[in-house]
């Protein structure tokens, strides 16, 4: 079995969901090569890496797809980032052949995905080859195996002719994405409107420097349709999975469609006023109060 991991480079760094990508393959495989379209500036891991050149982007996933078949790959691993799924499902169709989005696990020849809001966990066996799979970020874990050096070896691919990317938009300030975070600190209609956000980035920004690892501001959709927050912070069923550490829900009633994208976190504290909101059927700490009080407490007690 041989595998191919597609490494998401952002700012010349690897992005942390690719060295997911690295473990769910190292789970099926030794036999694992990467590539990527920008050269990393340092990487926890040895091996070939593919420096795929393409005039402009995005590339024609028909060349890649040759490649990956010329270079007889079983299996190609992505990263399950909005990045890994656009590109893991294009290749898929290219090489005409299986996908599998976001998984969760590998096991009996299977892919495991969570589906029906994630509240089942399925697997599922390809039946064609090659395999494409997303691999959903802190679902697997890379422990630095594939030490030594990286060669690189570049590659021409075509460019897509009928598409080309023209600019490409930073996001707001230097955060986090949800789904890369050991934290998130998310608010919901109960933080009342843009100013509540300011709260709980403060807290957001107070864990981080008391080392408590890196910290993300996630959000209902409510808080979303309100415009307080943007979209990319979504957290549930029509925004991001996600499964940090803790997960600290902060003014939100805990509907299933925000449940299904949080319930897999390892500790879930939820800060509610109304003691029968259904976040505290999830929650691991309930913390029944209003939330401008129980922030700040929560701070001033951090703060020692
Ligand atoms: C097809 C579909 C898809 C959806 N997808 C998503 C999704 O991806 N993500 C998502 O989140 N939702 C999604 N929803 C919406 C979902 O059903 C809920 O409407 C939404 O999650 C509610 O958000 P909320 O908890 O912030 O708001 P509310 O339900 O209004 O809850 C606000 C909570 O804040 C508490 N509160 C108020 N003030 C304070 C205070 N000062 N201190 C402490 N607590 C306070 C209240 O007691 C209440 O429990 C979807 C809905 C549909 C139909």
Redesign the pocket.
Same mark, same amino acid.
């Given at each position: 079995m041989k595998a191919l991991v597609f490494l998401e480079i952002r700012d010349g760094n690897i992005r942390s969901a690719s060295y997911d990508a690295i473990g769910a393959a190292l789970k099926v495989t030794q036999d694992v090569e990467f590539a990527a379209f920008d050269e990393p500036a340092s990487a926890d891991f040895g091996g070939k890496l593919h420096l795929m050149n393409t005039p402009h982007f995005p590339p024609k996933f028909e060349a890649i797809a040759d490649f990956i078949t010329e270079n007889k790959f079983d299996i190609v691993f992505l990263p399950g980032t909005k990045w890994g799924n656009w590109l893991g499902a294009s290749l898929a169709a290219a090489l005409n052949g299986a996908f599998f989005a976001n998984i969760v696990d590998l096991e009996d020849n299977g892919f495991k995905r969570e589906i029906l809001s994630n509240k089942i966990r399925a697997l599922f066996k390809p039946v064609v080859s090659p395999v494409v799979a997303t691999v959903r970020p802190k679902s697997f874990e890379y422990g630095g195996e594939l030490s030594g050096k990286v060669n690189v070896e570049k590659i021409e691919i075509l460019a897509n002719e009928g598409v080309e990317l023209t600019e490409t938009i930073p996001r707001e300030g230097n955060e986090v994405d949800i789904t890369e975070a050991d934290i998130i600190v998310a608010g919901?209609?109960?933080v009342?409107g843009p100013e509540g956000f300011k709260l709980l980035r403060k807290f957001a920004a107070l864990l981080n420097e008391l080392g408590y690892g890196s910290v993300a501001i996630g959000a209902?959709? #409510?808080?979303v349709d309100e415009g307080w927050i943007d979209h990319s912070h %979504?957290?549930?069923?029509?925004?991001k999975v996600v499964s940090p550490s803790v997960y600290i829900a902060?003014?939100?009633?805990? #509907?299933? %469609?925000?449940i299904a994208?949080m319930n897999s976190s390892k500790t879930i504290i939820a800060?509610?006023? !109304?003691p029968q909101?259904p976040?505290f059927q999830y929650a691991d700490y309930g913390i029944v109060? !209003?939330?401008?009080e129980v922030i700040p407490m929560m701070m001033e007690k951090l703060k020692g």
């Open positions: 919901g209609r109960g009342g209902s959709r #409510a808080a %979504q957290v549930g069923q029509t925004g902060c003014g939100i009633s805990g #509907a299933m %469609q925000h994208g800060i509610n006023k !109304d909101a976040i109060g !209003d939330l401008f």
